[in-house]
């Protein structure tokens, strides 16, 4: 069985970076993808907004898949593409298969970068018939992007998170009417310059605290009716408003692709849906790490991208024996108005430089405070105007102020 | 005074402005100082980027990402796009090449986003 060093599952962005940094560090890497193409979905958004932490310059999504694929197979890794991996055990063997047969490989360490999926019409049951016209935004990105192909004239979008608003720009500008877009929450959930360029610009309506409440037609859809709701949630009678459309795009968020870590019984944090990992980005189990939208969903890839640098980095102690194994990690604690952290646990023994640690707040704060307390002494104290779910905040540790049994985070609301 | 939302980078900036001819008179809000040139070339001729996609013959790929080289003004984005979508590239073509040039207002080029073979 053919071994090395480290085994990367996933060639989008957080997957090559990963491979990119091992393999400078002239390790055997072998990178799995699924698709012909490296890139992942970046080769879908061809909207320009990337890079500029990764590469300190604003690309499009293809020409930064473009450029870390040049970068790539100017090192030694092997880049398998079109190939689909049907297992990975406990002994970091993967099973793999592609148009030329069966392969069984095997591993010192392997880092997975399996990226997310979006929500579909069933994961929100959605009102209404099951209709032809019926699109999730990424994959009505994908057929006009990748293959030119507009999915339909007149169109309602729901969800106002980056996708959502980024396919109504891009639906209009190729000729197609959009006659709204509709957000559950009280408050967009994409980047407010998006909000700016993607719907202002066209004058295209948001409707906020509105959700779908049926889906007409015969065999096509032909009518979408949406409705406002409460804060409950409940559906407020009589504001129904109908909208004869041909096309419902769903943009209704993405969830990290989990089927590989089922196979490994590994820690899952059910507040990311994903599994758990140390500041080294390794999950429970050792020797496998974790890195991308397989992790956590994040609203600018560079951070994928340097999240993958970060796993691959400590990925390489691991192959060289020096990530000690056997140590206390610290879970990081959080207050009821944050969602989530990435990573969940501190280690503080291997860490080489700083931590990063990634969270997101659970509804929008105006002007609060980020406190973080080590042992309930506090810190650092972090004073923001505006906090909101849809932008990731981050926290940078320093490794040589980082002394502490305990570690909070809280945010607060300022009054 | 009057509100933009500035879209140079990801931050998002709510700002806050009064202007007189075009310039800018006070602002609040912007967290950098990119904000005011930003809302200066909004109230003389908003500037965007524009990324489609033009037919290409390739045994890959049925098109090919296409992006501005710099931002265009705003206004000239749909008869941008009219004109892209009446070409058709030749495979192979490597990120950077150029698409189209000419100039309106301001030079408009459009280059290829990434490699296809």
Redesign the interface.
């Known amino acids: 069985m053919k071994k090395y060093d480290a085994i990367i599952i996933g060639g989008g962005a957080a997957g090559m970076s990963a491979t990119k940094t091992l393999a400078n560090q002239n390790k055997s890497v072998l990178l799995i993808e699924t698709e012909?193409?490296l890139g992942g979905v970046l080769?879908q958004c061809?909207?320009?907004?990337f890079g500029?932490e990764y590469y300190q310059e604003d690309l499009?999504?293809?020409?930064f898949?473009?450029?870390l694929a040049?970068e790539l197979k100017e090192t030694s890794a092997t880049i398998e593409l079109g190939s689909h991996v049907l297992s990975v055990n406990e002994d970091k063997e993967v099973e793999y298969t592609n148009e030329t047969g069966y392969y069984k490989v095997c591993a010192k360490a392997i880092i997975f970068a399996l990226g997310s999926l979006e929500r579909s019409a069933g994961a929100i049951a959605l009102p209404g018939k099951r209709l032809n016209g019926i699109h999730t935004a990424g994959s009505a990105q994908q057929y006009?992007?990748?293959?030119?192909n507009l999915v339909g004239k007149k169109i309602f979008i729901l969800g106002s998170g980056d996708i959502g608003l980024i396919m109504a720009r891009r639906m209009h500008?190729?000729g197609a009417k959009i006659l709204g877009v509709a957000e559950m929450m009280p408050y967009s959930n994409g980047?407010?310059?998006?909000?700016?360029?993607c719907l202002?610009?066209f004058d295209i309506p948001l409707y906020l605290s509105h959700v779908v409440s049926d889906c007409r037609g015969d065999d096509n859809l032909s009518q979408v009716e949406i409705c406002e709701i409460d804060e409950q949630f409940n559906l407020i009678k009589g504001t129904e408003k109908q909208f004869d459309v041909d096309t419902l795009l769903l943009a209704v968020g993405l969830i990290p692709i989990n089927t590989l870590y089922k196979m490994l019984n590994l820690e899952i944090d059910n507040k990311t849906k994903s599994i758990k990992v140390d500041s080294n980005y390794q999950t429970s189990l050792p020797g496998f790490f974790s890195c991308g939208n397989c992790l956590h969903v994040h609203?600018?890839v560079d951070f994928a991208a340097i999240e993958g640098e970060i796993a691959a980095t400590y990925c390489n102690k691991y192959i060289l024996d020096q990530l000690e194994n056997n140590v206390d990690l610290i879970e990081i604690e959080l207050n009821e108005n944050i969602s989530y952290s990435v990573p969940q646990y501190i280690d503080l023994k291997n860490t080489l430089e700083e931590v990063t640690i990634f969270f997101r707040v659970k509804r929008i704060y105006k002007k609060a405070m980020i406190r973080i307390l080590f042992d309930d002494v506090e810190y650092r104290k972090i004073r923001k105007k505006i906090l909101l779910p849809a932008e990731m905040e981050q926290i940078k540790l320093p490794k040589s102020d980082m002394e502490f049994r305990k570690i909070k985070i809280l945010v607060e609301e300022i009054t | 005074m009057k509100t933009k939302i500035c879209i140079v980078c990801p931050q998002g900036c709510h700002i806050n402005y009064t202007q007189k001819d075009g310039k800018v008179i006070t602002a609040e809000g912007n967290n950098c100082k990119r904000g005011i040139p930003y809302i200066e070339q909004e109230l003389l001729m908003p500037m965007r980027n524009l990324s489609t996609v033009v037919k290409i013959k390739s045994t890959s790929r049925a098109v090919c990402p296409v992006n501005t080289k710099a931002p265009i003004p705003k206004d000239e984005m749909n008869n941008l796009i009219k004109k892209l979508d009446e070409m058709v590239l030749n495979a192979p073509v490597k990120q950077g090449d150029i698409v189209l040039e000419y100039f309106k207002d301001a030079k408009i080029e459009v280059i290829v986003s990434c490699d296809i073979d």
């Open positions: 012909a193409v080769n061809i909207h320009s907004g500029v499009t999504g293809p020409t898949a473009n450029r040049n006009i992007n990748m293959e030119g500008l190729e980047l407010a310059r998006n909000i700016a360029q202002n610009d609203d600018i």
